[in-house]
C-alpha cells in the first residue's frame, strides 16, 4: 500500500473493528492515513488508521452514544432498586477513607491509630462477597474496637446498637482507668504510711 517514511502501511480494506467495517478507500495524510469506514448503522466516517488500530474507536460514535444512554438508565434504575449497592459501596469508601486519608477528621480515630483495612477488602468485590450488601439502614461495625476492618472482625449494625457499644467499650475502658486509678492512689498512700 502506501508507502510513507519507508514504512509500509498495511490496507485495511475489509478489517472489522466492532461494527466498524474499512472500505477500500483512504485518504493518506502527511503524518497518517484516514480509512473510510462504514458502520453497521449505515454511517460512513473516515478514521486514522492509528485509532482503528489501537482499538480506540468501534462504531461510528453511535456505540458511545447507546451506551451513555444505557447508563443514564442504569442509574435511573439504581435509584429504583439499587441503592443498597451504592449505599454499601459508599460504607466500602468511607471505610477507606477513615483508614487511609489523613485529611478526613475521623482519621484519627481509625488509620491515625493503627486501624487498617485488610488487603482483601481493598477490592470492592471482596468486601461484597464477604459482608453481603449492607441490609436496610444498618452500618459496618468493627467487633473489636481495636481491631481493623475484616472479615471477622465486621458486622452489620444499626446505628443504636453501634453507639452503645462503643459507649459500652468506652464505659469499660473508663471504669478500667478508674479501678487502676484508685489502686494506685491506694498504693501510693500505703506507701506513705
Ligand atoms: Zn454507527
Known amino acids: 500500500m502506501t508507502t510513507l517514511k519507508g514504512q509500509i502501511k498495511k ?22 492515513t484516514k480509512w473510510l469506514c462504514r458502520c453497521d448503522c449505515g454511517n460512513e466516517k473516515y478514521i486514522y488508521r492509528g485509532t482503528l488500530l489501537a482499538g480506540k474507536v468501534n462504531s461510528c460514535g453511535c456505540l458511545r452514544k447507546e451506551k451513555s444512554k444505557q447508563t443514564l438508565e ?19 469508601m468511607g471505610m477507606k477513607q477513615r483508614c487511609f486519608n489523613p485529611k478526613r477528621h475521623e482519621y484519627p480515630r481509625y488509620g491515625g491509630r493503627g486501624i487498617t483495612v485488610c488487603e482483601r477488602w481493598l477490592s470492592f468485590d471482596n468486601f461484597l462477597a464477604d459482608m453481603g450488601e449492607a441490609p436496610g439502614s444498618l452500618t459496618i461495625d468493627r467487633i473489636d474496637n481495636d481491631g481493623n476492618y475484616e472479615p471477622n472482625n465486621c458486622r452489620w449494625v444499626t446505628r443504636t ?3 452503645a457499644s462503643r459507649t459500652h467499650t468506652s464505659t469499660e475502658k473508663h471504669k478500667q482507668a478508674c479501678r487502676e486509678n484508685q489502686k494506685k492512689a491506694t498504693e501510693a498512700r500505703r506507701k506513705k504510711n
Open 11 to 32: 490496507d485495511l480494506t475489509g478489517m472489522r473493528f466492532g461494527r466498524l467495517t474499512v472500505l477500500p478507500i483512504h485518504i493518506t495524510e502527511k503524518r497518517s
Open 74 to 92: 442504569g442509574n435511573k434504575l439504581s435509584v429504583t432498586h439499587g441503592k443498597s449497592y451504592s449505599r454499601t459501596y459508599r460504607i466500602w
Open 161 to 163: 446498637e453501634q453507639f
